[in-house]
């Protein structure tokens, strides 16, 4: 069966990440199905789908970051302790989504030398994740 790693919040749902002090960050590693997968991702399609106008066509559901992208990333900034997802729009109002390293302390790096990755292609157009099921609707 799949795993997933999430993050432990038996204390409290709203637990944030800690920047500080990486040792309070608990994940846990949980068997998981497609079905409990696919089910977030319908929640999300019926939100869109329920705004007025629908917005299912127009909002990012899935982007697409290559290995190397990512890896460069992570090798460029070795002592990020995250990696940060930005929902941006570009000049023209496409949607698009972009990664940025994140230091142990919250803190967005912002040197000459940070690299940051932008996806390199989403859905929609649904013909970017051809037959990903846990966007079939």
């Known amino acids: 069966m799949p795993r997933l790693i999430t993050r432990n919040t038996t204390e409290t749902k709203e637990q944030p990440c800690h920047f500080t002090d990486l040792s309070q960050n608990v994940f846990l590693e949980e068997q998981v199905t497609i079905e409990a997968l696919q089910a977030r991702c319908a929640r999300y399609r019926d939100l869109l789908a329920s705004l007025q106008p629908p917005q299912e066509n127009t909002m990012i559901r899935a982007a697409n970051f290559t290995t190397d992208s990512v890896l460069q990333l992570i090798q460029q900034s070795p002592t990020s302790a995250f990696i940060r997802v930005y929902y941006g729009l570009d000049e023209n109002g496409e949607h698009l989504l972009f990664m ?27 013909g970017n994740c051809p037959e990903d099921p846990l966007l079939a609707s």
Do not use: F, K, N, Q
């Open 100 to 126: 940025a390293p994140v230091s142990d302390a919250g803190t967005l790096a912002m040197t000459e030398e940070t690299i940051y990755v932008d996806d390199c292609c989403r859905c929609p157009p649904m």
